[in-house]
């Protein structure tokens, strides 16, 4: 039995995993995307509190929020499709960046819609002043302005969404979580497979939390 680590095979291996970062990437990306378009409107419905749509998000925020990512995923693509078979023909890839977005918009929306309710109130009754009307004061005024305060959190987000692509794998989409179970199961090293995934993805959180600090950086400097 193998008792010593074996940094030759993770040095070799590195290679191999990086080959499937660009499918981890992408559904991070897009995930992430499409998050943030559900977030705004589910925030903009929470914040003018309109009616029926009001408690309709408040049900999408519990049920995202209170039950785990993974659930939500077998839910979506082995559990929809009994239901709905329009979406039998849903492949694994386009399920797991539907589930990765709609579990953070849950959490997105709240953000936003905090960010937005720390605007003054002043600067809405400003723009009813010049004539704009809600939603154009909104998108022209509020969001922007909510935009700085909302980027830490939405950032942080951002980067679990990265980590939480992993747990496509459970449903065969061939990411680099993926490939590293394939080459442990292939090669019996799992810990050397294991780490040398663990590490590529450490790399990529510290490089898009340097990034986060440069944002924090740059929006706040006028302030």
Known sequence: MQTTLDFQYIIELFPILIKYLGVTMEMALLGFFLSLIFSVIIAVIRVFKL????QLAGLFISFFRGTPLLVQLFLLYYGLPQLLPVLAGIDAFTAAVLGLSLHFSAYMAESIRAAILGIDKSQMEACFSIGMTRLQAMYR?????????????????????IKSTSLAFTFGVAEIMAKAQMEAASTFKFFESFLAVAVIYWV????????????????????
């Open 51 to 54: 009616p029926v749509l009001h």
């Open 141 to 161: 005024i509020i969001l922007p302005q909510a935009s700085r305060v909302a980027t830490p959190s939405l950032m942080n987000y951002f980067i679990d969404m």
């Open 204 to 223: 990529i959180v510290i490089f898009f939390t340097r990034i986060q600090l440069f944002l924090e950086i740059r929006l706040n400097k006028a302030y």
